[in-house]
């Protein structure tokens, strides 16, 4: 793989902006040029080292692209095809960073442009949105699905998947349609689920808010993915809904079935549903590569005082690790330990546990 390349970027949010961050940092002899409609963004872009040549429009520049990716929303690439096409190199590579793959393979295969598509989806991301978030290492081992059209050569999916993996992300070979499938089990329906249960404890709840105000444990933990973007989840519903629905028909079978045995006090039937959902669980990798981001976090036993929450604060930031989030978790539904802190890297996390413990802390 050529280390001099051109790459460009339609569209420079959280994930548009942390590729070109990604590309800059481990091959800062590419060249990057990028077009968003938020000219603010373009400008912190360049003003970052990060861009090289911000774009008024999609225009002759990019005929100089070795890799071109489509990070605008899913609506706005499909429309955006058609002109793209009029500037894109014969050596050039298009791909796009979707979390629903077969609506753009079949824009790609209409537009004739095929022979050049490897379509892909870089399974990470946050609540946060916009280039101001985007950092290099967002795509640090996140899964990246790289969907590749039929008549792409070997040659260049493999040059391309070098490339993803030099970003420090981990290239994943599916087709769109096993994708979307997948993705629809794993990321699309676990939205939908954290809604319902969110607004079903909106619509349940008394007058002065008792459940609300008790739902800062496991609830709040287990429902955190329904703070994302209500327009994002909108659009990925309306491109995979055949998925998701399929998907949602056997999930609601299952409750039904759950609700049978809970109805009937089975004892036996009820225990073997729990230990399987745990035995299968547990052998999960413990890692931050799926769609759903894990929380890097750990529990310490404080007393709830004046200056406990700022001590720990002191201590860690003394040791330069930097921390996301800190806060005293007054409800302590099972989990050990009344203090909170959430870091923004997994190799955080034991630093902290080994500082604090030796300074007498009891960490969970």
Same mark, same amino acid.
């Given at each position: 793989?050529?280390?001099?390349?051109?790459?460009?970027?339609?569209?420079?949010?959280?994930?548009?902006?942390?590729?070109?961050?990604?590309?800059?940092?481990?091959?800062?002899?590419?060249?990057?040029?990028?077009?968003?409609?938020?000219?603010?963004?373009?400008?912190?872009?360049?003003?970052?080292?990060?861009?090289?040549?911000?774009?008024?429009?999609?225009?002759?520049?990019?005929?100089?692209?070795?890799?071109?990716?489509?990070?605008?929303?899913?609506?706005?690439?499909?429309?955006?095809?058609?002109?793209?096409?009029?500037?894109?190199?014969?050596?050039?590579?298009?791909?796009?960073?979707?979390?629903?793959?077969?609506?753009?393979?079949?824009?790609?295969?209409?537009?004739?442009?095929?022979?050049?598509?490897?379509?892909?989806?870089?399974?990470?991301?946050?609540?946060?949105?916009?280039?101001?978030?985007?950092?290099?290492?967002?795509?640090?081992?996140?899964?990246?699905?790289?969907?590749?059209?039929?008549?792409?050569?070997?040659?260049?999916?493999?040059?391309?998947?070098?490339?993803?993996?030099?970003?420090?992300?981990?290239?994943?070979?599916?087709?769109?349609?096993?994708?979307?499938?997948?993705?629809?089990? +794993? #990321?699309? &329906?676990?939205?939908?689920?954290?809604? $319902? !249960?969110?607004?079903?404890?909106? %619509?349940? @709840? =008394?007058?002065?808010?008792?459940?609300?105000?008790?739902?800062?444990?496991?609830?709040?933990?287990?429902?955190?993915?329904?703070?994302?973007?209500?327009?994002?989840?909108?659009?990925?519903?309306?491109?995979?809904?055949?998925? +998701? #629905?399929? &998907?949602?028909?056997?999930?609601?079978? $299952? !409750?039904?079935?759950?609700?049978? %045995?809970? @109805? =009937?006090?089975?004892?036996?039937?009820?225990?073997?549903?729990?230990?399987?959902?745990?035995?299968?669980?547990?052998?999960?990798?413990?890692?931050?590569?799926?769609?759903?981001?894990?929380?890097?976090?750990?529990?310490?036993? +404080?007393?709830?005082?004046?200056?406990?929450?700022?001590?720990?604060?002191?201590?860690?930031?003394?040791?330069?690790? =930097?921390?996301?989030?800190?806060?005293?978790?007054?409800?302590?539904?099972?989990?050990?330990?009344?203090?909170?802190?959430?870091?923004?890297?997994?190799?955080?996390?034991?630093?902290?546990?080994?500082?604090?413990?030796?300074?007498?802390?009891?960490?969970?």
């Amino acid at each position: 793989m050529k280390t001099d390349f051109t790459c460009g970027l339609i569209g420079l949010g959280l994930i548009g902006g942390s590729l070109a961050r990604a590309l800059r940092e481990y091959h800062p002899s590419c060249r990057i040029m990028a077009y968003d409609t938020n000219q603010d963004a373009l400008t912190m872009a360049q003003n970052d080292g990060v861009v090289d040549l911000p774009l008024s429009g999609i225009d002759r520049n990019l005929l100089a692209c070795d890799y071109l990716f489509l990070c605008a929303p899913v609506s706005e690439n499909n429309g955006l095809l058609l002109e793209i096409k009029k500037y894109l190199s014969p050596s050039c590579l298009l791909t796009d960073v979707g979390s629903v793959k077969a609506p753009i393979h079949h824009q790609i295969r209409q537009a004739g442009l095929s022979r050049c598509f490897i379509g892909g989806h870089p399974m990470a991301g946050s609540e946060r949105t916009g280039y101001v978030n985007s950092k290099a290492l967002l795509l640090q081992n996140a899964y990246y699905i790289l969907t590749p059209e039929k008549e792409v050569d070997a040659e260049t999916v493999a040059d391309f998947k070098e490339l993803i993996a030099s970003l420090k992300a981990i290239p994943l070979l599916l087709s769109c349609e096993n994708h979307d499938y997948v993705t629809a089990a +794993i #990321s699309h &329906l676990p939205h939908v689920v954290a809604a $319902c !249960l969110v607004n079903l404890i909106r %619509e349940s @709840d =008394s007058q002065d808010g008792i459940m609300k105000l008790i739902a800062a444990g496991g609830f709040k933990d287990i429902t955190r993915i329904a703070s994302s973007s209500p327009v994002m989840w909108q659009q990925i519903c309306l491109t995979n809904g055949k998925n +998701i #629905s399929k &998907l949602l028909s056997d999930y609601i079978s $299952c !409750l039904q079935q759950i609700k049978y %045995e809970i @109805d =009937s006090s089975h004892p036996q039937e009820l225990y073997h549903f729990f230990e399987e959902a745990r035995d299968y669980r547990d052998s999960f990798i413990d890692a931050s590569s799926g769609p759903i981001k894990k929380s890097f976090s750990l529990r310490i036993e +404080i007393a709830d005082e004046p200056g406990a929450l700022a001590a720990i604060a002191t201590i860690l930031a003394l040791h330069q690790i =930097s921390i996301k989030n800190i806060g005293i978790a007054h409800n302590r539904e099972q989990a050990d330990g009344v203090l909170k802190v959430e870091f923004y890297q997994e190799e955080s996390i034991e630093k902290a546990r080994e500082i604090l413990t030796a300074k007498g802390y009891c960490v969970y």
